[in-house]
């Protein structure tokens, strides 16, 4: 989406073994610098005997960061939205709320890893939204050179980000938002496809061999299959 609202709902499982800090998705595009100038990424941070999990969304190379404390070797069900805020002088900016098994995690209960940095509304740029930027679940895999070689590492501020260890299921992307209500009656079935939902990772693949067997199916009706 543009400057709209959008939001993520899946299941994680992580495993104690992630000893660092680990990718779980993201979506974003790099600038001359090699770092990240625009899109979204989700990671986990070691805190003893919990996770950090991580939500950033960059604009122009500007990022709000924004983490909720999750259990290790435990499935959880987590949702995230990115909305616009109005502050007191009517200034509109991007705002990240969790869901945590149902349950809104309140404002005190979330750690703001950019306190002094508000991210204004703004669109992604163009040359985010011009490019076919694929979104990755697990690892930074990004190809260059029309595939000839791939990127495979990731830096979000000053941490570098290596491949999540555990369990993911049920992974739904919408371009909008919904409602605490509306997320728990869905968070224990599958769902169909509908109006805002754009990709619906259901990881329910056969395993074994056949034709195909490397594609992830895409049930959100917009065929973003992935492999």
Same mark, same amino acid.
């Given at each position: 989406p543009e400057n709209k609202s959008f939001s993520f709902e899946f299941w994680l499982n992580p495993s104690s073994l992630n000893d660092s800090t680990h990718l779980i998705f993201q979506k974003t595009n790099l600038n001359s610098n090699s =770092?990240?100038?625009?899109?979204?990424?989700?990671?986990?941070?070691?805190?003893?005997?919990?996770? &950090?999990?991580?939500?950033?969304?960059?604009?122009? #190379?500007?990022?709000?960061?924004? #983490?909720?404390?999750?259990?290790?070797?435990?499935?959880?069900?987590?949702?995230? #939205?990115? =909305?616009?805020?109005?502050? %007191?002088?009517? %200034?509109?900016?991007?705002?990240i709320d969790f869901v945590l098994n149902s349950i809104i995690v309140e404002e005190s209960s979330i750690t703001n890893h950019t306190p002094n940095i508000n991210l204004q509304n703004k669109s992604f740029t163009q040359n985010f939204k011009k490019r076919n930027i694929p979104l990755s679940i697990g690892r930074y895999f990004i190809p260059l050179n029309n595939g000839q070689s791939f990127l495979t590492n990731i830096t979000h501020n000053n941490l570098s980000l290596s491949s999540y260890k555990g369990k993911i299921d049920e992974f739904r992307h919408f371009h909008k938002t919904r409602s605490t209500k509306t997320i728990k009656k869905d968070m224990h079935k599958n769902i169909?496809? %509908?109006?805002?939902? &754009?990709?619906?990772?259901?990881?329910?693949?056969?395993?074994?061999?056949?034709?195909?067997?490397?594609?992830?199916?895409?049930y959100s009706g917009n065929k973003l299959h992935g492999i």
């Open positions: =770092t990240i100038e625009n899109g979204y990424i989700c990671f986990l941070e070691n805190n003893n005997d919990f996770f &950090n999990l991580h939500f950033s969304i960059y604009i122009d #190379s500007n990022f709000i960061d924004k #983490s909720i404390t999750i259990k290790k070797d435990e499935w959880q069900h987590i949702a995230i #939205s990115i =909305t616009n805020s109005k502050l %007191q002088n009517n %200034q509109i900016n991007k705002k169909f496809s %509908q109006k805002g939902l &754009n990709l619906y990772l259901r990881f329910n693949e056969p395993v074994g061999e056949y034709a195909n067997n490397f594609l992830c199916i895409d």
